[in-house]
């Protein structure tokens, strides 16, 4: 009897890794590591879709999902969160497509160019995401959404980077940045 309750002991000791969850938003600097910062409130759901805009004569497409659990790291520990995954195609006046991400897949350990993600959300219920940027990282910057009814957010949009870098950017790739340049373009739930 006594080696049943040895076993059971370290049973739970070694299964008692429980992960933490927390909610979105919380900072992950002093968080645990493995914690995992959950859409408890449901603050990303109202942006997933297919949304659509005109900008330029550009029609920009978007399809937003949301991915449970992503994992990721920072401050040298491992966390997982709920985020918006944004896939985009832009095409120009004549429905030529300039550019797209509809097919592509973002594995968390996979590169990044032209990913968008969402960091978290803002108080007053703003979403905060980050654009990868396409090739050399031109176009890295901050998007932000605004909800502004169950039909329709806005889209701000604030590159870091622009141009590229001459000496390890090789000149034959094409580094046009196809996303809206704006504030306050108004998407519309397809």
Known sequence: ??????????L?????????VLPLNTSDYS?????????????????????????QNKTII???TKEIK???????KSFFSDVLIVKYEIKDSNGNILQTTLNNTY????????????LGTKADGQIDLLYAGGN????IGDIIFKKLSSTQFSWNYYPGT?????????PDKDYTIYLPETENLIFTKQ
């Not at 622009?162 to 090789?170: A, F, Q």
């Open 70 to 76: 992503r994992p990721y790291s920072e401050w040298g």
């Open 31 to 55: 968080s645990p590591t493995n914690s995992y910062f959950k859409d408890l409130d449901n603050e990303l759901s109202p942006y997933i879709g297919t949304w659509k805009s005109i900008f």
């Open 162 to 170: 622009t141009t590229r870098n001459d000496i390890t950017c090789p």
């Open 107 to 118: 594995h968390p350990n996979a590169a990044i160019k032209n990913l968008i993600l969402s």
């Open 62 to 64: 978007l399809n937003i």
């Open 12 to 20: 739970v000791v070694f299964s008692c890794k429980a992960q933490q």
């Open 1 to 10: 009897m006594r080696n049943v309750w040895i076993i059971f002991g370290f």
């Open 136 to 139: 050399c990282s031109v176009g």
